[in-house]
């Protein structure tokens, strides 16, 4: 069975910490993606990555940075939280090649405060 | 990115009713994707669109990817409890572009 899985469903930081979320796939899959949810705004597009070390920019990075140091595992780092990177974070992973559906996990709900 | 823009953005949708969402964007798509959320929970493929004026049945929903490339619709007949949830639509553009979602409310 398909399984992404995220290290924690909530998270509480104060600004100005260093903060990791870390996704794992156990499908083998080439591509991951993390993702921002907000209200009114969709999932918008942070990083995402097409094969071990690599890395690119979506289509909000300002604040982020990745890694992704074996196929299986992306991590997202907040260099230093502030308020507004208080959200619902989503990890997603999807066969390589041809855009392919993509599997997500549980989320993180990342307070800043 | 690639935008899309999904209406309406709410739905409120007495049970047994039909209803449709759009997604439109100002660029042809390559291919365009369906994604379901429920309450609480997380998206869900459920379908992808690839040739123009493709149209796909999944029981009571039917995705329709329009002649031009440049807009896709789901429709929903006989509206049930279960269909309650965020409607996302997501553009293929080497990357996927996530609209705005609809998000669907039933009243029983």
């Known amino acids: 069975d398909v399984k992404v899985t995220q290290s924690s469903r909530y998270l509480v930081k104060r600004t100005g910490e260093k903060v990791f979320l870390e996704c794992v796939q156990d499908?083998?899959?080439?591509?991951m993606f993390w993702y921002r949810q907000d209200p009114g705004l969709g999932l918008r597009l942070i990083y995402f990555?097409?094969?071990?070390?690599?890395?690119e920019k979506g289509d909000i990075p300002e604040g982020y940075s990745v890694s992704r140091e074996k196929k299986e595992r992306f991590s997202l780092i907040l260099e230093s939280a502030s308020t507004n990177q208080t959200s619902m974070y989503l990890c997603?992973?999807?066969?390589?090649?041809?855009?392919?559906?993509?599997?997500f996990g549980p989320g993180t709900r990342l307070t800043v405060t | 990115g690639q935008q899309v823009m999904q209406i309406p953005q709410y739905q409120h949708v007495q049970e047994g009713e039909d209803f449709t969402t759009y997604c439109n964007s100002s660029?042809?798509?390559?291919?365009i994707q369906w994604y379901k959320q429920r309450p609480g929970g997380h998206p869900v493929f459920l379908i992808q669109?690839?040739?123009?004026?493709e149209v796909k049945k999944q029981k009571r929903l039917t995705f329709q990817f329009g002649e031009a490339k440049k807009n896709s619709s789901l429709h929903i007949t006989a509206t049930q409890t279960t269909d309650v949830g965020t409607y996302f639509c997501?553009?293929?553009?080497?990357?996927?572009?996530f609209g705005a979602g609809t998000t669907v409310t039933v009243r029983a």
């Open positions: 997603a992973s999807s066969l390589g090649g041809e855009i392919y559906e993509q599997y």
């Open positions: 499908m083998d899959h080439e591509n």
């Open positions: 990555s097409y094969d071990v070390k690599m890395k």
């Open positions: 660029t042809t798509l390559s291919n």
């Open positions: 669109l690839v040739k123009s004026g």
């Open positions: 997501a553009a293929n553009d080497y990357k996927l572009s």
